[in-house]
């Protein structure tokens, strides 16, 4: 079953805005990890953050986790029209390591 | 970095046929590694759990007579869809854990598996 709730489900911004989007789960984690993927493409890896962080930072995204909320967001600062794609939360579990447990996903378009 | 290939990236079949889907990690080992499958415009779904050496686990409600995996080295895993029917269709992705404790796991590019 699906772990995680994204929202939103699309978002449409133009260049040089930031973007949020934010991720929920249910079960105790290890980590929780942000994934891209362009249309039809496989997965790249953006950001791990582990279960006793709270906020990690990587060039222009910044993922803030908090336990407690079971919840997660990834902000995009500066966008570019080539962070158009899909991006991915996913939870590795405590009991099930390895099998990541993916959220539904938010479409990011950024328009030049 | 870590990487998976991942091949054929797409692949066309009649019902009724068989299809591999090879996942290889280049330039690590790796005992495990994980298949899902995307259906379009929806997120990635845990399949199974691919081990080297032994037999893969499966997630609830994935048939395993149907989606036959073999992982017989640290560097090669393979996905077999049998006897194909058009519901079949879909992307599937294998993906590995190569890197450090900061590090996600490495995907393959996936395969667009179409089934006419």
């Known amino acids: 079953s699906q772990q995680g709730e994204e929202d939103p489900q699309a978002l449409s911004i133009q260049e040089g805005e930031n973007a949020t989007m934010n991720c929920s789960y249910k079960?105790?984690?290890?980590?929780l990890q942000w994934y891209r993927q362009n249309s039809g493409r496989g997965l790249v890896h953006l950001i791990l953050i582990r279960s006793n962080e709270r906020e990690k930072h990587s060039g222009r995204l910044r993922v803030t986790l908090d336990t407690s909320k079971k919840s997660s967001s990834l902000l995009i600062t500066a966008s570019r029209a080539a962070d158009t794609a899909s991006y991915f939360c996913?939870?590795?579990?405590?009991?099930?390591?390895?099998?990541?447990?993916f959220g539904a996903g938010t479409q990011v378009v950024v328009t030049p | 970095g870590a990487v998976v290939s991942q091949h054929p990236s797409r692949v066309i079949c009649k019902s009724g046929t068989s299809v591999k889907i090879e996942c290889r990690s280049l330039?690590?080992?790796?005992?495990?590694m994980f298949w899902y499958r995307q259906f379009p415009k929806q997120s990635l779904m845990l399949m199974a759990t691919?081990?080297?050496?032994?037999?893969?686990?499966?997630e609830q409600g994935v048939e395993k007579d149907k989606f036959l995996i073999n992982h017989a080295s640290l560097t090669l895993s393979t996905l077999t869809v049998t006897s194909a029917h058009p519901e079949d269709s879909s992307f599937y992705i294998c993906s590995a854990h190569g890197g450090g404790k900061d590090y996600g796991y490495t995907f393959g590019s996936g395969t667009r598996l179409t089934v006419v």
């Open positions: 996913a939870t590795d579990a405590t009991d099930s390591w390895g099998k990541l447990q």
């Open positions: 079960t105790s984690i290890n980590n």
């Open positions: 691919s081990n080297e050496g032994s037999k893969a686990t499966y």
């Open positions: 330039d690590f080992q790796a005992t495990t």
